[in-house]
């Protein structure tokens, strides 16, 4: 790896390795504690797993979108509605092919990050939060975006 995108590999593999250990070490129990918002609105652990599982992907389709020469997302993209209906899609599936969804992400990341060239960090794109992002800033904000979910599970259960 060139001297740019050896950094960018430490941060994802640091903190995959830092989030990894909570998200794997979570109880039956845990997975049911409410994590954001009321009712059925609301959010469990393993409904922020499932998101992670689906953004995370998500976020790679785009940097590979960008990198492409395309839009990283629509401009009328409903990141809401998106992050909502991707929950409800994966409430069959079982913690362990959550679980697996994420690390294969990380893995598929890092291998896009080894395959692409030095100037490829720099091509921009729309990124569901609606703004510009950097093929490098898409990563990193797979790394952020993780951190924060991560963060707030562990509040949510007490650690």
């Not at 830092?18 to 994590?35: F, H, M």
């Given at each position: 790896?060139?001297?740019?995108?050896?950094?960018?590999?430490?941060?994802?593999?640091?903190?995959?390795?830092?989030?990894?250990?909570?998200?794997?070490?979570?109880?039956?129990?845990?997975?049911?504690?409410?994590?954001?918002?009321e009712?059925?609105?609301?959010?469990?652990?393993?409904?922020v797993?499932?998101?992670?599982?689906?953004?995370?992907?998500?976020?790679?389709?785009?940097?590979?979108?960008?990198?492409?020469?395309?839009?990283?997302?629509?401009?009328?993209?409903?990141?809401?509605?998106w992050?909502?209906?991707?929950?409800?899609?994966?409430?069959?599936?079982?913690v362990?092919?959550l679980?697996?969804?994420?690390?294969s992400?990380?893995?598929?990341?890092?291998?896009?990050?080894?395959?692409?060239?030095?100037?490829?960090?720099?091509?921009?794109?729309m990124?569901?939060?609606?703004?510009?992002?950097?093929?490098?800033?898409?990563?990193?904000?797979?790394?952020?975006?993780?951190?924060?979910?991560?963060?707030?599970?562990?509040?949510?259960?007490?650690?």
């Amino acid at each position: 790896m060139t001297d740019r995108k050896e950094p960018l590999r430490e941060t994802l593999e640091t903190a995959h390795q830092a989030s990894w250990s909570v998200l794997i070490g979570l109880s039956t129990e845990e997975y049911n504690v409410r994590v954001y918002g009321e009712g059925a609105d609301g959010w469990t652990v393993r409904d922020v797993v499932a998101h992670l599982a689906d953004a995370e992907r998500g976020l790679l389709r785009q940097a590979r979108r960008v990198t492409q020469g395309d839009a990283g997302v629509p401009s009328d993209f409903d990141r809401d509605r998106w992050n909502r209906s991707a929950v409800r899609r994966k409430a069959s599936a079982s913690v362990q092919e959550l679980l697996k969804e994420i690390q294969s992400g990380h893995d598929e990341a890092l291998s896009f990050l080894q395959d692409l060239d030095v100037e490829g960090l720099d091509r921009s794109g729309m990124g569901s939060m609606g703004t510009v992002l950097t093929v490098e800033g898409f990563l990193r904000r797979m790394v952020e975006h993780r951190q924060e979910h991560v963060n707030d599970i562990r509040k949510a259960i007490g650690r």
